[in-house]
């Protein structure tokens, strides 16, 4: 009874440690994708400083979330987020806002997929 009592309580644990790794990696595809737009939108306004600055915000979130749960939506949408903030390091606000809308596109799918 106590070895089966042990390895339900040893299951739980597991269970809950899964669990919070899909959680944290759920919060992080949301911020990637909350900063993604936020960049795209700067990139509409002109705003090159802005994207860059959004897109690195969902750039950390969004490895970080491919750290805990890898997914081929994020790697195109980290990419995608490296050329948004290249070329908002130009200071092309317009080409910066267009790859970080396709970023924010990928980071949906993600979020979609599982």
């Known amino acids: 009874m106590r070895k089966q009592l042990l390895s339900l309580l040893t299951?739980?644990?597991?269970?809950g440690l899964l669990?919070?790794?899909q959680v944290?990696?759920?919060?992080h595809k949301a911020e990637a994708t909350k900063h993604a737009l936020a960049a795209a939108e700067?990139?509409?306004k002109g705003d090159a400083a802005a994207v860059g600055e959004h897109a690195a915000a969902?750039?950390?979130h969004a490895e970080a979330?491919?750290?805990e749960k890898p997914n081929a939506h994020l790697d195109a949408g980290i990419k995608n987020l490296n050329d948004a903030i290249e070329h908002a390091k130009m200071g092309h606000?317009?080409?910066a806002g267009e790859a970080a809308d396709a970023a924010a596109t990928h980071l949906k799918a993600a979020e979609k997929s599982f």
Request: glycine content about 12%; cysteine-free; aromatic content about 4%.
């Open 93 to 95: 606000a317009d080409i």
């Open 24 to 27: 944290l990696a759920e919060d």
């Open 65 to 67: 979330a491919q750290a």
């Open 58 to 60: 969902a750039k950390t």
């Open 11 to 15: 299951a739980g644990f597991i269970a």
């Open 19 to 21: 669990g919070t790794t």
């Open 42 to 44: 700067s990139g509409k």
